[in-house]
Nanobody
Framework: QVQLVESGGGLVQAGDSLSLSCAASERTFVRYAMGWFRQAPGKEREFVAAINWNGGSTYYADSVKGRFTIARDNARNTVYLQVNSLKPEDTAVYYC??????????????????????WGQGTQVTVSS
């Protein structure tokens, strides 16, 4: 069982930045690919970014490319999401998620919420205009 705890959300103005973190309880953190998703009120959960076990492969939703950066520190069992140039439409609860590192991750499972086995409780990001 992997427990994930997000932190770093908050209320910011458009154009500001935030650093989101997700700490994992699992000492075999390196065996998991990680993803960030978000869910706005009344909308479905959507993919934001994903990273493979060693950080060598990263993936982003088109809406955040060039503004968000995903990274991980396996020594600290933590995955990060640096969010820059925030827009009001980025307002959502941000979740991190883990799935066992496997080949299907690279062929597209990275953006499917159903392929992730473990989820955090989420952290709220609110961007005012």
């Amino acid at each position: 069982q992997v427990q994930l705890v997000e932190s770093g959300g908050g209320l910011v103005q458009a154009g500001d930045s935030l650093s989101l973190s997700c700490a994992a309880s699992e000492r075999t953190f390196v065996r998991y690919a990680m993803g960030w998703f978000r869910q706005a009120p009344g909308k479905e959960r959507e993919f934001v970014a994903a990273i493979n076990w060693n950080g060598g492969s990263t993936y982003y939703a088109d809406s955040v490319k060039g503004r968000f950066t995903i990274a991980r520190d396996n020594a600290r069992n933590t995955v990060y999401l640096q969010v820059n140039s925030l827009k009001p439409e980025d307002t959502a609860v941000y979740y991190c998620a883990a799935q066992p590192e496997r080949g299907t991750f690279y062929s597209g499972s990275y953006y499917l919420p159903s392929r992730y086995n473990y989820w955090g409780q989420g952290t709220q990001v609110t961007v005012s205009s």
